[in-house]
């Protein structure tokens, strides 16, 4: 009793793209040669046999010609409203960037300005300086600070 249970639904089952294609083109009075597929070693019978992508073809809705130029200037629109988008994000992020490189000179520039120099003229007392106090000392160009 379940043995002829599983012979039909294994027949019924079995019908893959091929003998569906078979069967439509008999009542179209074609022959359409499929071979016939035995039972699958992997038991899964209602698998299909897979075709390739490239043999899958799926048509698209023809459209009317006004249609399809109607989209297309649509397409246009739309992608130059982004590139112009984009172009005023650019230019924007450029002007805050030389902003940046422009306040930070300046900044730097008024530190310069704003420090208080001591000339050392004896060698001597950077041997007897302490640590902490050698490492706040910096070297400085005299000749761009305009100090006396």
């Known amino acids: 009793m379940e043995q002829i249970e599983t012979d039909q639904t294994e027949k019924g089952s079995a019908l893959n793209s091929c003998e569906q294609n078979a069967e439509n083109s ?4 074609k022959l359409d040669p499929c071979p016939v597929r035995g039972k699958p070693k992997s038991g899964k019978i209602w698998k299909s046999q897979k075709e390739r992508f490239a043999t899958v073809k799926k048509s698209l ?3 009317k010609s006004s249609q ?3 989209y297309r200037e649509e ?18 992020n450029e002007a ?3 902003r940046r490189e422009e306040n930070k000179r300046r900044r730097e520039e008024n530190e310069r300005k704003s420090e208080i120099v001591q000339v050392i003229k004896n060698p001597a007392k950077l041997k007897r300086m302490r640590k902490k106090q050698l490492r706040m000392i910096e070297k400085r ?3 761009k600070l305009n100090v006396v």
């Open 75 to 92: 397409i246009k629109q739309i992608k130059e409203l982004s590139r112009s988008i984009k172009e005023t994000k650019r230019l924007e």
């Open 141 to 143: 160009d005299l000749s």
């Open 26 to 29: 008999l009542d179209d009075q």
């Open 61 to 63: 809705r023809g459209k």
């Open 96 to 98: 805050k960037r030389l």
């Open 68 to 70: 399809q130029i109607a």
